[in-house]
């Protein structure tokens, strides 16, 4: 049962993501910083459990970040259409985003053996992204917040999804290109 943990985890901040979208546009802004709250810690939290008690899984591999990206783009595009985050870095979030599923596939695709595993500024980005959040929807419940925290937080978290975005295309070129070299090697006729 304890196996089952992070993944139940992981579903539960899925299962969060309509309850977040639906608060921000309704404008109920304390429920919905609580509930994004909790759901973004529970991030840290099934990440924590599946390598603390060595109970991770290819499932739980791929589910985590699903959940991970629908939270995200759900609620940077619920605050975005209220005017608390610019367009722009909504669709620099949402971009980098389809542009990571989108290559995770291809490389799925092309070398029949990719696996999952976050780059460490991917691992910053979240969450930078997830604090971003944290602190519009905190002024937007509860207490104004220096004017320019939010544009720096904008430019910090913009930042960060190139150099991510960047980081992953340069990654899965070498996977690519090393799984074409081990394939024409393979290819050679031995003498």
């Known amino acids: 049962m304890i196996a089952h943990v992070p993944n139940l985890i ?17 404008g109920e802004n304390v429920a919905a910083f609580w509930i994004f709250l909790i759901a973004g810690l529970s991030d840290a939290v099934d990440g924590l459990i599946a390598k603390r008690l060595n109970v991770t ?9 699903l959940a991970d990206k629908t939270l995200l783009v759900g609620t ?17 979030v949402v971009f980098r985003d389809v542009f990571i599923i989108g290559g ?26 997830i604090g971003l959040i944290v602190v519009v929807m905190a002024e937007r419940a509860y207490f104004p917040l ?18 991510s975005g960047a980081a992953y295309a340069i990654t899965w070129s070498r996977r690519v290109t090393a799984w074409e070299r081990e394939r024409r090697e393979g290819e050679q006729p031995k003498e």
């Not at 992981?10 to 309704?26: E, F, G, K």
């Not at 220096?146 to 150099?163: D, E, N, R, S």
Request: glycine content about 2%; some cysteine; proline content about 7%.
């Open 76 to 92: 940077y595009v619920a605050l975005t259409l209220r005017d608390a985050l610019p367009m722009w870095l909504t669709i620099l």
């Open 57 to 65: 899984s290819q499932f739980g591999a791929w589910l985590d970040p």
């Open 104 to 129: 995770a596939l291809t490389v799925q695709a092309l070398t029949q053996r990719f696996h999952v595993e976050p780059l460490m500024i991917s691992k910053l980005n979240t969450a930078l992204q």
């Open 10 to 26: 992981s579903l539960a901040r899925l299962a969060a993501v309509p309850a977040v979208i639906w608060c921000v546009l309704a």
């Open 146 to 163: 220096p004017p320019h925290l939010v544009v720096w937080g904008a430019a910090v978290v913009a930042a960060t999804t190139v150099l």
